[in-house]
């Protein structure tokens, strides 16, 4: 396919349907149990950005067209985001009261809800993948391994957040730095792209270009979020910044210094665009996609 | 197929490779992140008596002979089980320092790693459902569609927590005290009788009446549970008795009274029986397990 779109007209064009789509898969708010369904849409509705679905329907526009199909799968993957965020910031995690300038799900709903909540979105996720409208069996099932591995303890999510836990009690080495910003950001990220290229059927080597490009836009996405840890205000980040810092966390601005992140993001961008520009013109998507997610630290 | 063997025997065959099957399906506790690994594998290997993945076994033993192809499933289950009792656990939840005789997985690993220990069971869960060796892609999509609603937040485990704690704080009736039951324990019960004569593909009429023979013995397993919190010592029981009535929770003996609740178990049973002995001669060891499951409150 032939995708001509920037990576901003195409988010744009995205977004209505992914919140439709996030909307018919959640349970509505007034069905029992009502504070749960209200604990889950307040996080999946808090005004992200749906950059993970986004991911994987331009995974899915590189090589075919319908990307319509895709959507109950790429909002799926949202929902994976949203209950990792929800963990993540509990009192006994990283402890976070704000989360896109409001106040986390665990201070508006207590800490039981939360947990509780986070638990609903990562099991909806897997159902609804499985649930996923004319979609091959094949297909659903391909995705709910890579779904699992991404958000798993072997190089995903959770491997990520454990390691970021015990990052706060030692030194940690860029090696290490790298791996936890792989595991803890990156895995679900480049998971999108390649779910997305999965389900348009690419071959096996447009999905390891696929893959790879994924993994280089996950980590040099992460270093982009520490950097803006440093360097931006509140209302930018909607959560308190400098807590990174504050919290001992590792990030690459304490490991690197800024100017040394800010090139790495750089390199890894480019690295990005050129595996990107091995799928030849259907590669410019997602191409302007690493353009375009670099360019938030500018 | 003909039952001939007695759900004790059933029991006893099953539980060695079950075991062997969760140990294979669980990362090696020396792999990173270990104590991840490690909270894992001590939360599964703390004693339970598999009665979830044994009552899959014994569903699909109902209707086919070769029970093995269908144990990675059955282990999943038991993942999922596990996952909800380390949550419910946790002290936002029902604060308990003892699961099965030893320290619950909080007090022993911490509440952070506790939280994450459960997400990784569910996800893992899940992963290993899809990656469950010579099972048709169809039927893995059906399995992961009734264990995500089982678990889930419209009358499954989840919705059963979230009405738990909200029980908590006001007078609870009798339809409600089964409603909570049925989805707090019921669903998970009930859905690894249904998978396993889904996997042995039975036919829609024989699903029902071993869907329907579930939700029975789900329910009177919940009651006789309840029961056992007020009867029994610590060293049955595996952890602080009393413990239901001390934090208000809602039981079977709190609003009916204890003889009252022994009936209700008697009566189940029975309906759980009748709907065995429907399914002819080879029910008979599903029926065999309703009985085995009333024993436990003699």
């Not at 679905?53 to 067209?65: H, I, K, V």
């Not at 094949?138 to 779904?147: A, E, N, P, Q, Y």
């Amino acid at each position: 396919m032939t995708s001509s779109m920037s990576a901003t007209s195409f988010l744009e064009r995205v977004r209505p349907p992914i919140e439709a789509t996030l909307d018919a898969i959640l349970p509505p708010q007034n069905q029992s149990p009502q504070v749960l369904h209200q604990a889950m849409r307040y996080s999946v509705f808090a005004g992200g950005k749906r950059l993970r679905p986004s991911l994987c329907l331009a995974g899915f526009q590189t090589f075919r067209d319908d990307w319509e199909s895709a959507l109950p799968i790429a909002a799926s993957i949202e929902l994976i985001h949203t209950y990792s965020l929800i963990h993540d910031d509990l009192p006994a995690m990283d402890n976070d009261d704000f989360r896109r300038g409001r106040p986390s799900c665990h201070r508006q709903f207590g800490e039981d809800i939360a947990i509780l909540a986070g638990d609903a979105l990562l099991t909806l996720a897997f159902e609804s993948v499985a649930g996923a409208p004319h979609m091959a069996a094949d297909r659903i099932v391909g995705v709910t391994r890579m779904l699992g591995k991404s958000a798993g303890t072997v190089g995903g999510i959770i491997a990520g957040q454990v390691l970021d836990l015990e990052a706060g009690e030692s030194v940690v080495g860029p090696e290490m730095l790298e791996s936890i910003h792989r595991a803890k950001t990156g895995a679900l990220l480049a998971a999108s792209v390649s779910i997305g290229a999965y389900l348009a059927e690419a071959d096996e080597d447009q999905l390891e270009i696929a893959a790879e490009f994924g993994r280089k836009i996950g980590l040099a996405f992460q270093i982009v979020d520490d950097l803006l840890d440093e360097t931006a205000s509140f209302s930018t980040l909607g959560k308190t910044p400098g807590k990174d810092r504050e919290q001992g966390k590792v990030t690459y601005p304490a490991v690197h210094g800024i100017p040394v992140s800010r090139r790495i993001v750089s390199e890894v961008t480019g690295e990005a665009l050129a595996s990107a520009l091995r799928l030849g013109p259907s590669g410019s998507l997602l191409a302007d996609f690493a353009s375009h997610l670099e360019a938030r630290v500018r």
